[in-house]
C-alpha cells in the first residue's frame, strides 16, 4: 500500500460501524482529536460522536486517543469521554501510534488508526503497517497549514477514488 493512501475514507466517524471493524478483523481504534472527534481545540464532544462512542464500547472495540496535540490539550478532553490518551505523539512517527496501541493492548494485525489528515495520520498509519481509517473533516475553519495540506491531499484522494475506493 502507498504510503499516504488510506485503507477507506468516512464521511465521519459516526459511519465507521462496528459491523465493518469485525468484517475487517478490527478490534480497536486509535483515534485523533482535532477535526475526527471534535473541532480544532474544542473540549466538546458533539452528540453524534458521543452516541458513536458509547456504541463502539458496547461492541466491545477498544478505544485510545492518540494526538498531535500536547497534554494540557488532549487530557481533558480524554478524561471527560472517558478514554485514555497519548498525546504529543508527533504523527507520522509511529512511536506515538505505538505507545497508543500499548495502551489498549492488542496486536497491529487488529487495530486501525481514525484520523482526517493525510500527511499525519495515513502516513503514520502506514509506516507503523496498521489499517488507517481516514474521515472527512469535520469542520473546514482550518488554519492557513491545514488548508494548504488539503490542497495537497487532494491529489492522492483523487487516486484511492481513481482506484475504486468508495466514501463510506
Known sequence: ?????????????EHITPEYLKENGITALILDV?????GHGSQVLPEKVAE?????KQAGIGLVIASNNFEKRVAPFAQRIGLRHC????KPSPFGIARARKHIGVSKESVALVGDQIFTDALGANLYGIT????????RNE????????VLEAPILKK?????GKLL
Open 1 to 13: 500500500m502507498p504510503l499516504f493512501q488510506p485503507t477507506a475514507i468516512f464521511r465521519g466517524v
Open 34 to 38: 482535532d477535526n475526527t472527534l471534535t
Open 52 to 56: 458513536w462512542i458509547k456504541t463502539m
Open 87 to 90: 498525546a504529543f505523539c508527533c
Open 132 to 139: 488507517m481509517l481516514l474521515v472527512e473533516p469535520m469542520y
Open 143 to 150: 488554519t492557513w497549514s491545514l488548508r494548504l495540506k488539503r
Open 160 to 164: 484511492y477514488y481513481e482506484k475504486g
